[in-house]
C-alpha cells in the first residue's frame, strides 16, 4: 500500500510570500492530485499531473517521478487560499480499491 | 450548472439507527465514491461504484452499505454496526474511475 507524507503539517505565512507544500509517496503512481478542502469541508481539485509541471493562475504544481516527490507552490500568497491542501495518489498496483490514497493534509493560514 | 449535491450539510441521529445520506451528480460520471474523513486523518475509502447496479467495498466498507440503482445517485447508508460513524462523510465521481475526482460538498454525520 502507498503510504502518502505531507508537509509541513501546518503553515502559517503572511500575504505576499512564496509557499511550498510537499509530497512524497512510497510505491510508483500513474498520477498524482493536490486537492484544496476549504474550512467548510467542500473539496476542489486543483492539478491531476503524472510528470513535469502544471500552472493555474498563481498555483504551480511539479513532479518528480523517479524522487517519488511532489510540491505544490502558490505564489503572492493571499488569505484567501487558506485552507486545507490533500496530496492523494494513484498507485501503479492499486494500492486502495480503487488506488487513491491520500495524505493527511496540510494546513495552510496567510495572514493579512 | 453541473456538478455533485450532498444532503443535508448536517445531520444528527441517536446511536443504534440507520442514517442514509444523499449523493447525487450531474456530470454523466460513471464511478462514483464515498469517503470518511476523521480530524487528523487522510479521507478513507468506503464504497466505490463504477456501474449502476454494481459497487465494491473500499477500505472502511464495514457497517456501512450502498445502493447505485442510477447512474447519477450513489447513496451511503450508516448503519447501527457502524461502531463510531461521528464523520465528515464526502461523495465523489469521476470518469471511468481513473479520472480526475470530482467532489460534493461534504454532510457532517453526528451521532449520540
Known amino acids: 500500500k502507498n503510504e502518502v507524507e505531507q508537509s509541513p503539517q501546518n503553515l502559517t505565512a503572511q500575504e505576499g510570500e512564496f509557499i511550498t507544500i510537499n509530497c512524497s509517496y512510497s510505491?510508483?503512481?500513474?498520477?498524482l492530485h493536490w486537492l484544496q478542502q476549504h474550512p467548510g469541508g467542500g473539496i476542489v481539485s486543483l492539478f491531476m499531473?503524472?510528470?513535469g509541471k502544471k500552472k493555474h493562475g498563481r498555483l504551480i504544481a511539479t513532479i518528480n517521478i523517479q524522487e517519488k516527490h511532489s510540491s505544490l507552490h502558490i505564489t503572492a500568497s493571499h488569505p484567501r487560499d487558506s485552507a486545507v491542501y490533500i496530496c492523494?495518489?494513484?498507485?501503479?498496483?492499486?494500492?486502495?480499491?480503487?488506488?487513491?490514497?491520500f495524505g493527511k493534509g496540510t494546513h495552510l493560514i496567510i495572514q493579512p | 450548472d453541473g456538478g455533485i449535491t450532498q444532503s443535508p450539510k448536517y445531520l444528527f441521529r441517536k446511536e443504534g439507527q440507520n442514517v442514509t445520506l444523499s449523493c447525487e451528480q450531474n456530470?454523466?460520471?460513471?464511478?462514483m465514491y464515498w469517503y470518511r474523513q476523521d480530524p487528523g486523518q487522510g479521507l478513507r475509502l468506503i464504497y466505490y461504484?463504477?456501474?449502476?447496479?454494481?459497487?465494491q467495498k473500499g477500505d472502511i466498507a464495514e457497517g456501512y452499505s450502498v445502493s447505485r440503482e442510477k447512474k447519477e445517485s450513489f447513496p451511503l447508508t450508516v448503519t447501527s454496526a457502524q461502531k463510531n460513524p461521528t464523520a465528515f462523510y464526502l461523495c465523489?465521481?469521476?470518469?471511468?474511475?481513473?479520472?480526475?475526482?470530482?467532489f460534493g460538498p461534504g454532510t457532517r454525520l453526528t451521532v449520540t
Open positions: 465523489a465521481s469521476s470518469i471511468l474511475g481513473m479520472g480526475e475526482q470530482y
Open positions: 499531473l503524472s510528470s
Open positions: 510505491v510508483g503512481i500513474s498520477a
Open positions: 461504484s463504477q456501474i449502476v447496479n454494481d459497487f
Open positions: 456530470l454523466n460520471h460513471d464511478a
Open positions: 492523494a495518489v494513484r498507485s501503479l498496483t492499486g494500492g486502495g480499491a480503487d488506488g487513491l490514497t
